[in-house]
């Protein structure tokens, strides 16, 4: 079964979309740049969230026009985790990094002093980063350039675009996952794989 949970908002940012969701005949999942719809899962319960992909798919969807390709590669880069400085857990307090107090120096004294914005409580949640699933490291990925023909007018006419990714890693364990570039710049990347069909918003798009 395809992990649908990958695919919604991070529970930490924000309140929606955070859960796949399910109308009368599919299942979705979703962060505001990439949808994923698959067939109706029994258990995930019908809901109402901020967005209507019934709509956003009916404006994307599948004509029979597209050209699919593979999803191009892409390189991984590890670093800390900005989120929590390294530590693998949730901090609070941006102001002391999770210290409780702040150090500094004038031209007359060092001051060790109680940080104002978490009153010494360290502000560090015994709950791993979800940013970096509790390891303090953060892979980072390459955002690929690409260009692809796509049918105007039917004319063929490149176009190219910048791909995240973090969605391409995201994407890239879809059973036969296929990409289909469309003929806006403002209109997202169409996916299919075994089992459904999603959007996916580039990071730029225009004609070469």
Known sequence: MIDL???????????TLTEPFSDDNYTYAADGSILIRVDKIPEI???YPS?????ILEEN????????????????????CTECDGTG??????ECNGNGSLEFSSDYNDYDVECKSCYNKKSTIDKKCEDCEGTGRY????????K?????????EQIKIII?????KMIQDLPNIKIALQDSSIKPIKLKFDGGIGLLMPIEMRKS
């Open 5 to 15: 949970k990958k695919f919604c908002r991070k529970s930490h940012y924000t309140e």
């Open 45 to 47: 319960v019908k809901s």
């Open 139 to 146: 892979k980072e990925y390459s955002n690929p350039i690409i």
């Open 89 to 94: 857990k949730i901090i609070v307090c941006k």
């Open 164 to 168: 995240s990714g973090r969605y391409l």
């Open 51 to 55: 967005i209507n992909p019934k709509q």
């Open 61 to 80: 969807k599948i004509d029979g026009n597209e050209i699919w390709t593979d999803p191009p590669k892409f390189k991984i880069i590890e670093k800390n």
């Open 148 to 156: 692809e023909d796509v049918r105007i007018d039917g004319k063929l």
